[in-house]
């Protein structure tokens, strides 16, 4: 049988340990840097299947590599598996969630994560059918939403031998997207001054509070003289305790986000001087607390290309009529806006009619974004600037259900996240192969890759010496 064979069956006959993996992922719905049984659950999956497992890698518990097969070339698949605090929600249409506050995957991670493993797990039985050389590796990233993980992997040299590698994610819609991301870093900024009454003796005290919002309007001005499509956004994590005590600790976490990376340093740097600005209104003193950093996606073209085709070969999604149903009922939940607008948009950049949708069944051909990105930013750009990647979406929820709602939750529990998992994985599973059998396709990848990176070497956004923010974690 041939190595593209082996990989669909593969993925069809374990259809049901596969989704069964990726419920129970959903159900502990774990949030960054706590996936313990998330992690756990999948490296033993993956040992049972052969594989070698390297727990615990780059200074996070939850982070492992998953190794099959020996020898040029190798090939990585990315996983993730962190939900989101406040998401939780039951399998049901309407809001209504599972654990009262608690956490869910309503950004699809726990499909995310499950697709990449059952790529590089029908990459090994290939191998093992075809007797090919080379390694296919599972990556377990943690932590994907605060943009530790593959970051800090990164840093560890984990990917320096990896010759190229692939990631997907959950969404409404299945395409190869050719964008970008944004380049980011997250700091927080802790301000120190001196507590006193604030009615009896409000002169002796001196005000950590004010500090943070001196740095906030201080930031608010900087923003009509930066570019366009730079994003800072903040929450202050500490405002003090009670109104009658000036208070003497206070602090504020900022994102600062730009289509590129030496665009979010220049504004990070001007960040920098009005904290410092704050300090000297307000005669305290500033602590930084660097979280984390990461790039803009470099998106790989002939990897994405490769994608594609996969893509049509694999073929459209088929939701049954009760993940129709259930889409529809949860559409009266969102304003019809939200739908509109990702029909509207579809129209205009695919030039696609989806007409009466609420489940995407179709493929869109990948299309050249307008400008220069926007926008979130992921933590798989800095794999990027390493080694050739490319990523993909395939539909896992209703049409108009935002990312990170309990929407996305339900659909990631149930058929409609299956069906888009299932179909990830098949196309992982080829391209993955392919990169790993066609030494003609490897190397245009990886000429793609020295272009890109020609002008510009990745400099890793975190300080060294800076250990991932495991003490920020419930307990440390
Ligand atoms: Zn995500």
């Known amino acids: 049988m041939s190595g593209e064979n082996v990989i669909m069956q593969v993925i069809d006959e374990n259809r049901e340990d596969l989704i069964d993996l990726s419920d129970r992922v959903w159900e502990y719905a774990e949030v960054g840097l706590q996936e313990h049984r998330s992690a756990e659950d ?48 039951k399998l049901v249409p309407d809001q209504d969630p599972l654990v009262k506050d608690g956490a869910g995957h309503s950004c699809g991670h726990n499909l995310l994560g499950v697709a990449s493993l ?109 570019i366009e499509q730079a994003r800072i956004h903040y929450v202050i994590t500490n405002g003090g305790g009670e109104p009658n005590v000036v208070p003497p600790e206070a602090e504020v976490w900022y994102y600062v986000r730009a289509p590129e990376r030496r665009e979010v340093e220049e504004i990070y740097q001007r960040l920098l001087k009005i904290a410092e600005g704050a300090t000297l209104m307000t005669e305290t003193t500033m602590e930084l607390e660097f979280l984390s950093g990461c790039y803009n996606t470099l998106m790989n073209r002939p990897i994405a290309e490769m994608i594609w085709n996969n893509m049509e ?33 579809v129209r205009e950049e695919h030039g696609v009619d989806l007409g009466d949708d609420y489940l995407h069944e179709g493929l869109l051909p990948p299309v050249e974004p ?15 600037w390493v080694t050739p990647t490319a990523q993909f979406s395939t539909a896992c929820s209703p049409l108009g259900a935002t990312g990170h709602s309990w929407q996305v939750t339900a659909a990631s529990g149930m058929g409609i996240g299956h069906t888009g998992m299932l179909q990830a994985a098949k196309i992982l599973g ?23 990176t020609r002008e510009e070497k990745y400099v890793s956004p975190i300080p060294d010496g800076t250990p991932p923010p495991l003490h920020q974690l419930p307990g440390h």
């Open 42 to 89: 999948q490296a033993r999956f993956l040992e049972e299947a052969g594989f070698e497992i390297d727990m615990g890698v780059a200074g996070m518990p939850t982070a492992f590599v998953a190794s099959y097969g020996s020898g040029k070339p190798v090939i990585g698949l990315m996983g993730e598996y962190d939900a989101l605090p406040g998401t939780s929600q």
């Open 118 to 226: 059952a790529g590089a797990l029908a990459m090994a039985r290939a191998l093992d059918e075809t007797g090919a050389e080379g390694t296919v590796r599972y990556y377990g990233c943690p932590a994907e939403e605060t943009l530790v993980g593959k970051v800090f992997m990164v840093k560890e040299g984990l990917f320096d031998d990896v010759d190229a590698s692939l990631c997907w994610h959950p969404s409404g819609l299945t395409t190869v997207g050719l964008g970008s991301s944004s380049a980011m870093n997250s700091v927080k900024f802790r301000f120190f001054g001196r507590s006193s009454h604030a009615a009896g003796a409000p002169e002796m005290g001196r005000s950590a509070l004010d500090a943070v919002e001196l740095m906030n309007i201080g930031a608010n001005y900087l923003r009509e003289h930066v």
């Open 313 to 345: 070969k694999v073929g459209p999604a088929e939701f049954s009529e009760e993940d129709e149903t259930f889409a529809r009922a949860m559409a009266e939940n969102f304003s019809a806006e939200q739908r509109d607008r990702v029909i509207r948009r």
């Open 370 to 384: 307008k400008g220069r990105s926007g926008g979130g930013s992921t933590d798989v750009a800095d794999v990027s």
């Open 430 to 452: 080829l391209t993955g192969w392919q990169l790993l059998t066609d030494p003609d396709v490897l190397k245009k990848a990886q000429e793609a890759f020295e272009e890109d």
